[in-house]
């Protein structure tokens, strides 16, 4: 099929390239031009494994970017809507760009003849599709629903492992406001070897939400547990690995640490409770899930300054600065408040991330490194922040420190390191 893709973030261009792979013709649209020549030159906008490769393989040949949205829409039949759907300043989903987007659709729509279908991708709180981008399409384009069809596919890959993801998921969701649209989006993914959950818009919408509302409440209750368990000198992950053994709970997700951070859950678990205010209800649950995660990259801090006292002048080392291992995006990433509160308290800060030094010198003015033995030269201590496999061989890198203070915020250690170590919740 001949598949638009709106949007060349994380999303759209792990999906336009896998859409490829699936024998699909995709072309890309973006408003930021170096996106589209990148693209167009078989080169990744961004970093996901595998993903250059599938690039290389199918741009210019069946996967092409255009600034053009009416020369997207006029020759292709189909298109996602993987624009962002950030949260607003009262922490609210932000619709302005998935409303622009639902407005350049419309108008090329309108120019149109043949059916088209519009799929909206981007996370979007329930109620979205049908009241928000429906009408804008439809007043847009001069034509009523039925002229064209409106679906809603949400996205369930993770970061870092996009590619796989999208290629082997675990479930694959259509909300669709009629059968004809719902079958061609369903159709598209015929060559996956995964049943396609078939449902109306909103509840495609709420899946969404409730899936990673769920996987933000695993990891904050599990940090809560971990915080108790360290007041009581009890290993928790000791206590979560014999957990998880239960069949009801499953051994993924409970991994305490310094937290959740990324594109999704932050501003996924505020929008919902965003829409639950809306409705009337107030979601305590959803609440603490935020209170707990906010509070937890503070307590590595803490615990700094407990060994410490004053950190002022001090050098600190903050190995990762990515959300979470395998990428280079630090949107929320538990390293931002880290980073901020050693600033505040005037220590000099020292970071390496294999990926994501680039994007953090954009927030902050610190002395990045190529190397943690770089980060770690004469630090005082040492804060770990991301899962990077290699900081779990850091072993005699740690000789070259002031002092040998490692604070652990990803249990990424194994013990009988030569080290003072301190784990934050074990
Ligand atoms: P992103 O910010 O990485 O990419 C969005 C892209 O849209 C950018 O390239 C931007 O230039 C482009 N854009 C902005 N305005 C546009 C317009 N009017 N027309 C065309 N393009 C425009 O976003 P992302 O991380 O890919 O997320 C996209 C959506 O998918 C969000 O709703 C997000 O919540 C959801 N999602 C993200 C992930 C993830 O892991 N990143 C996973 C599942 C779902």
Not at 15 to 34: T, Y
Not at 52 to 79: H, M, P, Q, W
Not at 146 to 160: D, Q, S, T, W
Not at 369 to 380: M, V
Request: proline share 4%; aromatic share 8%.
């Amino acid at each position: 099929m001949k598949i638009s893709v709106i949007g060349t973030g994380y999303v759209g261009t792990v999906s336009a390239a896998c859409f490829a792979d699936l024998g699909h013709e995709v072309i890309c649209v973006d408003i930021d031009k170096s996106k589209i020549d990148l693209i167009n030159t078989g080169i990744p906008p961004i970093y996901e494994e595998g993903l250059a490769e599938l690039l290389k393989k199918y741009a210019g040949k069946r996967l092409s970017a255009t600034l053009d949205y009416d020369f997207a829409v006029k020759n292709t039949e189909i298109s996602f809507i993987c624009v962002g759907t950030p949260s607003d300043p009262g922490g609210n989903i932000d619709l302005g760009i998935v409303k622009a987007a639902s407005a350049n659709l419309g108008d090329s729509l309108g120019k149109k003849k043949d059916y088209h279908v519009v799929v909206v991708k981007s996370t979007v709180v329930p109620e979205t599709t049908e009241k928000v981008v429906l009408p804008i399409i439809e007043g847009h384009s001069g034509k009523h629903i039925g002229k064209f069809g409106i679906a809603m596919n949400p996205e369930f890959l993770r970061e870092g492992k996009a590619v796989h993801d999208f290629l082997h998921p675990d479930k694959i969701v259509v909300g669709s406001i009629d059968k004809r649209s719902g079958d061609m989006v369903a159709s598209l993914y015929s060559g996956l070897e995964c049943e396609v959950t078939r449902t109306n818009l909103r509840t495609a919408e709420m899946i969404k939400y409730v899936n990673n509302a769920f996987l933000a409440t695993k990891i904050s209750f599990s940090n809560e547990i971990g915080n108790i368990c360290k007041k009581l000198g009890i290993d928790t992950y000791e206590v979560m690995k014999a957990v998880g053994r239960d069949f009801r709970i499953g051994p993924h997700f409970l991994n305490s640490g310094a937290g959740f951070g990324g594109s999704c859950f932050p501003k996924d678990v505020r929008a919902l409770i965003g829409k639950a205010r809306e409705t009337g209800y107030e979601p305590q649950l959803l609440n603490s899930v935020l209170e707990v995660n906010e509070e937890q990259p503070y307590r590595m801090v803490s615990l700094l300054k407990d060994k410490l006292g004053s950190i002022k002048g001090k050098k600190i080392a903050v190995l990762g600065l990515a959300f979470k291992n395998d990428t280079d995006d630090i949107r929320e990433s538990r390293s931002i408040p880290v980073i901020k509160e050693l600033l505040d308290n005037e220590a000099n800060v020292s970071a390496y991330d294999p990926m994501a030094n680039g994007n953090m010198k954009k927030l902050f003015n610190i002395k990045y490194h190529d190397s943690a033995i770089d980060a770690l030269r004469g630090a005082d201590a040492c804060l770990i922040m991301t899962e990077w496999d290699e900081f779990k061989s850091l072993d005699k890198e740690f000789d070259i420190m002031g002092r040998k203070l490692v604070i652990d915020g990803r249990h990424m250690l194994a013990p009988g390191k030569d080290v003072e170590y301190i784990g934050l919740c074990w």
